[in-house]
T-cell receptor, first 111, second 113 residues
């Protein structure tokens, strides 16, 4: 399993963009980069995933470095509801393959 | 709306009791997973199943067993609960179509006294 490094915590203000970094220097060539988040008292929920190109969806954008050793999750305009633990997970896209969750980054949003 | 449902949000059991944690998904997913989550340790995989009656050990299977008799249901069994199994248990499912997304239930918080 590829090792990941994320900041333990980050803080931002409501309605401002947030950039959550992740280093995954040992990622294999076929692994995707998955991002999940966990709101208080809930199970994790999917945010976004990508392989090489940058990806956008209604929740966030994912910027992947050209060498794929790092990525950044971008929340374009944070709301209080975005306060959560964010997990960056290199892993297979295949359904039968496990995803290994690390410690993640605890994001605090200030009103 | 797609759903993974865990039978109990909160349980309190005594040491030595047999405990069943049930998980049902309505998305016809082939793959189902049981994780436990503890402060400072993150989510750790206990067991997973990629088909009915099939199971694979995860990273911490000791003290647990699982059952998958039907595609939609994946049960985690603690044969003889111990206090170190007090934890949050999370069930998840994932399609076999390589779409990538893992769907989680809300979790079951188990306290063993």
């Amino acid at each position: 399993d590829a090792k990941t490094t994320q900041p333990n915590s980050m803080e931002s203000n409501e309605e401002e963009p947030v950039h959550l970094p992740c280093n995954h220097s040992t990622i294999s060539g076929t692994d995707y980069i998955h991002w999940y988040r966990q709101l208080p008292s809930q199970g994790p929920e999917y945010v976004i995933h990508g392989l090489t190109s940058n990806v956008n969806n209604r929740m966030a954008s994912l910027a992947i470095a050209e060498d794929r050793k790092s990525s950044t999750l971008i929340l374009h305009r944070a709301t209080l509801r975005d306060a959560a633990v964010y997990y960056c997970i290199p892993g297979s896209i295949q359904g039968a393959q496990k995803l290994v969750f690390g410690q993640g980054t605890r994001l605090t949003i200030n009103p | 709306d797609v759903k993974v449902t865990q039978s109990s949000r909160y349980l309190v059991k005594r040491t030595g009791e047999k405990v069943f944690l049930e998980c049902v998904q309505d998305m016809d997913h082939e793959n189902m997973f049981w994780y436990r989550q503890d402060p400072g340790l993150g989510l750790r995989l206990i067991y997973f199943s990629y088909d009915v009656k099939m199971k694979e050990k995860g990273d911490i299977p000791e003290g647990y067993s699982v059952s998958r008799e039907k595609k939609e249901r994946f049960s985690l069994i603690l044969e003889s609960a111990s206090t170190n199994q007090t934890s949050m248990y999370l069930c998840a499912s994932r399609s076999g179509q390589n779409t990538g997304e893992l769907f989680f239930g809300e979790g079951s918080r188990l306290t063993v006294l």
